[in-house]
């Protein structure tokens, strides 16, 4: 049976099938159904509050959608193509429910202030929930990097070794990131706490509406300042995909160190078998696929985040059907980066380090001829003439294939008559990690202060 729209009224013909099935958002938007109950009675109670509706028409209301609610909660309600999408459909359910006052709720709103409400409610929530999640994150691998506080493992620049650093230090790093991207959401979220409804559809209502009451129901922090704004742009849209894309990247690039550490060539890290994959033709394969796979699913979100840049750059004010389109990137995105964001939190107590390789890779590659310059330093060298004297050096070292710390007194001497016996403590991984005491710097005693410190600051709201 065909369905009557809302809008039929100036229509003389029935929607092409095409146009119908073209034009449905129903399919995707009924996600946002909780929020478009909750904005539709905070809406009906503020009509009653301005006196155009009774409190027995809002009263029925209310009511209605509560029970459709929860219709919708169990799975009972039906959901019609030829309704478009949520607003219709659970408008039209309301009306077939309570009769006369379910057509007086559409008063004074449009679906163009009621979408981008639904919006803002929703994102507000996913933010919430996404901090949540992030502080997960940070949390397992806190306690991962208290576990290897001391632990040595060599510092990279161009993936080359560069000096050593503790492994707490490294995973501080990742706390550090995630902590950013806390900070982001918490603070797009002040711009998606804003209360578009009593926009309508572009211009407002000549109702006597009381938006800073309806604003207070929603728990909005205030009504938006411009109608045309209000209902056209998706700027919030794209702030959150933002946010969320830096999430993906980060979590993409602590992926990728998890699979080179995985690696048969590195042997840094053993992730748990729960955690990992393996081949169907090569028995012997343990693969890191959960790590690969959310580097690999950054790529869509990106992608999103991009498709959403560009909805929205052509659009002139206000609404324009467009947006409608923003719900199929903003609910992908959600998803890939809340179940990534989980995976990832479950595998790090999974991950056991290694500490003999990444001890033993942190004394190749000279990581601590830096150390060696810093010492001649001391010594009152300037420091290009101490680099380039333990440039020497370590030329020297390559030679004999042995380590800085293996040159004899005699032969390091050569290279500079400053260099005196106290010279090997200071090459030494523990020697080089323990001078960088400063605030911020890979010494034990300083990570461990800042884990004590990112404990806390994981406890307070971003
Ligand atoms: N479903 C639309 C959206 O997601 C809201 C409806 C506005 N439609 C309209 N014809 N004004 O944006």
Known sequence: MTQKKPWGGRFGQATNELVEDFTESISFDHRLSHYDIRGSIAHARMLEKVAVLTGEEADAIENG???????????????????????MNIEAALSK????????????????????????????????????????????????????????????TH???????????????????????RERLSDCRKRINVMPLGSAALAGTSFPIDREFCAELLGFSRPSRNSLDAVSDRDFVIEYANACSLIAMHLSRFCEELVLWASESYQFIEIGDAFCTGSSI????????????????????????VSLLVLMKGQPLAYNRDNQEDKIPVFSI??????????????????????????TAASKGYATATDLADYLVRRNIPFRDAHEVVGKAVSRAIEKSCDLSELSLTELQE???????????AMTLEGSVNARAHMGG????RVLEALAAAKKMIAEPA
């Open 65 to 87: 959608l509560r029970k459709i609610d929860e219709e919708i909660t169990a799975g009972q309600f039906e959901w019609s193509t030829q309704l478009e999408d949520v607003h």
């Open 97 to 156: 429910r309570i009769g006369e006052a379910g057509k007086k709720l559409h008063t004074g709103r449009s679906r163009n202030d009621q979408v981008a409400t639904d919006l803002r409610l929703y994102l507000r929530d996913t933010c919430d929930e996404l901090d949540e999640r992030l502080t997960d994150l940070q949390g397992a691998l806190l306690k991962l990097a208290n576990h290897e506080a001391k632990t040595i493992m060599p510092g990279y």
């Open 159 to 181: 993936l080359q070794v560069a000096q050593p650093v503790t492994i707490g230090h490294h995973l501080l790093a990742w706390i550090e990131m995630l902590q950013r991207d």
């Open 282 to 305: 090569m028995p012997q394969k343990k693969n890191p696929d959960i790590a690969e796979l959310i580097r690999g699913k950054s790529g869509s979100v990106i992608g999103h985040l």
């Open 334 to 359: 959600t998803d890939t980066v809340c179940q990534s964001l989980a995976v990832f939190a479950a595998m790090v107590p999974e991950i056991k380090f290694n500490r003999e390789r990444t001890r």
């Open 415 to 425: 290279f500079s008559p400053m260099i005196e016996e106290d010279v090997f403590p």
């Open 442 to 445: 890979t010494a034990p005693k």
